[in-house]
T-cell receptor, first 116, second 117 residues
Framework: EAGVAQSPRYKIIEKRQSVAFWCNPI?????LYWYQQILGQGPKLLIQ????????DSQLPKDRFSAERLKGVDSTLKIQPAKLEDSAVYLC??????????????FGPGTRLTVL | QQQVKQSPQSLIVQKGGISIINCAYE??????FPWYQQFPGKGPALLIA?????SEKKEGRFTISFNKSAKQFSLHIMDSQPGDSATYFC????????????????FGKGTKLSVIP
């Protein structure tokens, strides 16, 4: 079974530039998550989608971050304009959503963003 | 506000020894406690998890001990091997009801484990 795919794997940009990350979840997974993992810290949830609707975006800095999940499959996360403190690994995860108890989240390899 | 506190930040263990990582939480709404293992350049992967009505869960060399009254839980890795060298995250889940079922996963800061031969 193919895992969660993310691209690019690495990105270096200057501050105030824009950047976009792409995620393809595991086939059949209705729920998709974007996390930010700053060096030396645990992942922090940015946004959660259920199919193509947003379930939770309470920790997404909406003045500069945006995300979409068209057709309920692939998703893109955009930062515009980037700040130095956005340097982090951006992880995408997906899970089945059957309405029961917790379904395991499967994580992609992440995109390492460096803002200079 | 850090909802899940994890210690130690780093840990060095001899091959064959026992690795112990501790976590504590405050939010009594948490109702599921997974541990994740992350290798460099990879995303976290679920290792083992426990519900708060269970005091211990064992899977192979990995054991979670859970103390609900103290709001603490720990991961024990028996017979630690160099291949166990990774960063370990404890986490806690608070169910967020959205009609279809969705879950807020809160991670600790992680423990970098190095198992030396």
């Amino acid at each position: 079974e193919a895992g969660v795919a993310q691209s690019p794997r690495y990105k270096i940009i200057e501050k105030r530039q824009s950047v976009a990350f792409w995620c393809n979840p595991i086939s059949g997974h209705a729920t998709l998550y974007w996390y930010q993992q700053i060096l030396g810290q645990g992942p922090k949830l940015l946004i959660q989608f259920q199919n193509n609707g947003v379930v939770d975006d309470s920790q997404l800095p909406k003045d500069r971050f945006s995300a979409e999940r068209l057709k309920g499959v692939d998703s893109t996360l955009k930062i515009q304009p980037a700040k130095l403190e956005d340097s982090a690994v951006y992880l995408c995860a997906s899970s089945l959503e059957t309405g029961g108890f917790y379904n395991e989240q499967f994580f992609g390899p992440g995109t390492r963003l460096t803002v200079l | 506000q850090q909802q899940v506190k994890q210690s130690p930040q780093s840990l060095i263990v001899q091959k064959g020894g026992i690795s112990i990582i501790n976590c504590a939480y405050e939010n009594t709404a948490f109702d599921y406690f997974p541990w994740y293992q992350q290798f460099p350049g990879k995303g976290p992967a679920l290792l083992i998890a426990i519900r708060p009505d269970v005091s211990e869960k064992k899977e192979g060399r990995f054991t979670i001990s859970f103390n609900k009254s103290a709001k603490q839980f720990s991961l024990h890795i028996m017979d630690s091997q160099p291949g166990d060298s990774a960063t370990y995250f404890c986490a806690a889940i608070q169910r967020a009801y959205s009609g279809a079922g969705s879950y807020q996963l809160t991670f600790g800061k992680g423990t970098k484990l190095s198992v030396i031969p």
